[in-house]
Nanobody, 126 residues
Framework: QVQLVESGGGLVRPGGSLRLSCAAS????????MGWFRQAPGKEREFVGF????????YYADSVKGRFTISRDNGQNTVYLQMSSLNPEDAAAYYC???????????????????WGQGTQVTVSS
């Protein structure tokens, strides 16, 4: 069974930084694109960013562009989300997800992903 385990969430002050990790197992990680989503209470889960399987391409939601960076280490089967200049609107549960193999769906769509992690909570508060 595919496993995706996020970590690194916590409490950070406005303007601060945080790095999330997503450890993947039980599938050929380097063959899959990976995405990050987030969900705040009472809101729909929204796209944050995507990284291609080789790491050669990344895409971001406009709301995080220039502040968040996605990277991956295929040797460690891990994808990262580096977040900086955090503000209270970034507070949410953050999820990593596996992009469906062979799909042509845009990476911003939730149905483009077939497996999800359990999420890690990010709180931004002074």
């Amino acid at each position: 069974q595919v496993q995706l385990v996020e970590s690194g969430g916590g409490l950070v002050r406005p303007g601060g930084s945080l790095r999330l990790s997503c450890a993947a197992s039980r599938f050929a990680f380097s063959n899959y694109g990976m995405g990050w989503f987030r969900q705040a209470p009472g809101k729909e889960r929204e796209f944050v960013g995507f990284i291609a399987k080789s790491g050669s391409a990344t895409y971001y939601a406009d709301s995080v562009k220039g502040r968040f960076t996605i990277s991956r280490d295929n040797g460690q089967n891990t994808v990262y989300l580096q977040m900086s200049s955090l503000n209270p609107e970034d507070a949410a549960a953050y999820y990593c997800a596996r992009y469906r193999y062979g799909t042509t769906l845009t990476p911003g769509r939730r149905d483009a992903y077939d497996y999800w992690g359990q999420g890690t909570q990010v709180t931004v508060s002074s």
